[in-house]
């Protein structure tokens, strides 16, 4: 007999399902089937997660983003790493959230790459690695996130991972503050942009702006 959980599970589904279509399009084509379904999975997990049209359920969050997830969808794939990071729904478990950013982020998904790079920097879950966690928080200032260009810039004022340098540090926590809003994570990018520049000549101020103006982010 179908309980009243799982009713509820196959109608959200096929809402899910019906999320992105428009009446009056036909179909999608059976080859395009298998992304269509794993984003309904996707849909899904969401709408659990946060109680949209359905009861809140973490653990049917779970379920649901892990099917995703092991399609090889790489949003799914961070999903299911922040909720074992904070332990929504499961046992907290950092070996697995490390697991499952990582494969994200391998896909070029910055907030993987962004997550991956914290728990290298903080040591959960893996040894701490400063240099592990530049490569990780690089990737994704690369792509244009100022999180983590603001930790990049960190990371080369204070030689954490890589060798201290200032230019580095005065380009990267200049974009951060190019992209922030105006708050206080700006201000805070400023101000750290501006001790390290007391610490430059004028030479190599005036040779970080002209890198900053000339960067573009990765495709």
Known sequence: MTTPKAKLAGLALVAALCVGFTLGLTAPAWAGWDERESKAQNNLGFMYQYGKGVPQDDAEAVKWYRKAAEQGVAEDQYNLGVIYKFGLGVPQDYA????????AAEQGYAKAQYGLGLM??????VPQDYAKAVKWFRKDAEQGHADAQFL?????????GVPQDSVQAHIWYNLAASRYP???DRDQAVNNRDIVAKKMTPAQIAEAEKLAREWRPKK
């Open 120 to 125: 290298y920097g903080k040591g959960k879950g």
């Open 96 to 103: 697995k959230a490390l697991q499952w950013f990582r494969k």
């Open 182 to 184: 105006p708050g206080e």
């Open 152 to 160: 990049l810039g960190l990371m080369y004022g204070e030689g954490r």
